[in-house]
């Protein structure tokens, strides 16, 4: 079985349907809400859990209402949290979500997830050494995200960074990962350049391998040589959040396949998870990926 640990944040998403988004200043009528768990780390989690991976977590709750759902959440899809680590003073990661017009927009208040330390990280690293991928975001503190980088280029096994909500890194700590999975805008705010800067040049700049997420168009990757194109798969999008955690996730739990079977397997996850809502609503198990693959490949 496929070992995967996520390090990253955990978060109650508080997710309001609308007919359209809101401007300043002004108050609509929403259609539904729901309160749903969440967070980049979680999704991730949950997700190459669902594909058949055994999973831990590495991360911080807080002591509320929420925190005792998401554990009982992350719990119940068999997720390994000795390292998932209970504040006492502080509440859980929140995020305000607002689904309208097949789009998203997201605040996320990180709270427990800001105390996620480089030293839990350090102490995770007997997971980290057993594991066949390390999935990391950067809703957790930075320091967080350089110790897991660290840590997996120094115990050899690989590390994903899927590099959201976007901020610029150094060049250096890029190169410790395996593979670095931005969208676009992510890409040009990681590299500094210019947002309107065509994503293929972006990707022959990058130092180092990158998959690049692009929506319903699929994904470009480029291990080295030319950037090469897996197209997306049409479906009836309900709720887009969550399907870049998905991706990632898949292409942590199939990379052993060879990075062409694993981008196909991403796109396709993540495109059934965009079918329902709630990020981890729609997040496909193992045989409803198999099943769906042989339908597209008939
Ligand atoms: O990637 C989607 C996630 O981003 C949501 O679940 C929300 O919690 C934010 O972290």
Same mark, same amino acid.
């Given at each position: 079985m496929t070992r995967i640990v996520v390090v990253g944040s955990v978060n109650m998403d508080l997710v309001t349907q609308a007919p359209r988004f809101v401007g300043p200043g002004e108050t609509?009528?929403?259609d539904r809400f729901l309160t749903v768990p969440g967070g980049k780390g979680?999704?991730?989690a949950v997700a190459a859990a669902r594909l058949g991976a055994e999973v831990a977590l590495v991360g911080a709750i807080g002591n509320d209402a929420f925190g005792a759902q998401l554990r009982d959440g992350l719990v119940s899809?068999?997720?390994d949290l000795s390292q998932l680590t209970q504040l006492d003073d502080c509440g859980s990661g929140t995020a305000s979500i607002t689904v309208a017009e097949g789009e998203n927009q997201i605040i996320v208040v990180p709270a427990a997830n800001a105390r996620v330390t480089p030293a839990q990280v350090e102490s995770a690293q007997a997971l980290i050494s057993r594991a066949d991928a390390v999935l990391v975001q950067m809703e957790i503190p930075l320091d967080a995200v350089e110790a897991t980088l660290r840590l997996g280029h120094r115990l050899g096994t690989p590390v994903i960074l899927n590099p959201?909500?976007?901020q610029q890194l150094p060049t250096d700590w890029l190169r410790l990962a395996r593979y670095v999975t931005p969208n676009q805008h992510e890409l040009a705010i990681l590299l500094g350049a210019d947002l309107a800067e065509d994503? *293929?040049?972006l990707m022959r700049r990058a130092p180092c391998?990158?998959?690049?997420?692009?929506g319903g168009e699929g994904a470009w990757y480029r291990d080295a040589g030319e950037p090469t194109h897996q197209a997306g798969f049409k479906v009836s999008v309900v709720d887009s959040t969550g399907a870049g955690d998905t991706f990632n996730a898949a292409?942590?739990?199939f990379l052993h396949e060879g990075l062409a079977a694993a981008v196909r397997k991403a796109c396709l996850a993540a495109a059934l998870s965009v079918t329902r809502l709630g990020a981890q609503g729609g997040m496909p198990r193992l045989a409803e990926l198999d *099943?769906?693959?042989?339908?597209?490949s008939a």
């Open positions: 609509i009528l929403g979680a999704n991730q899809e068999g997720i959201a909500p976007a994503f *293929r040049e391998p990158v998959v690049l997420t692009r292409l942590a739990v *099943r769906q693959l042989s339908e597209h």
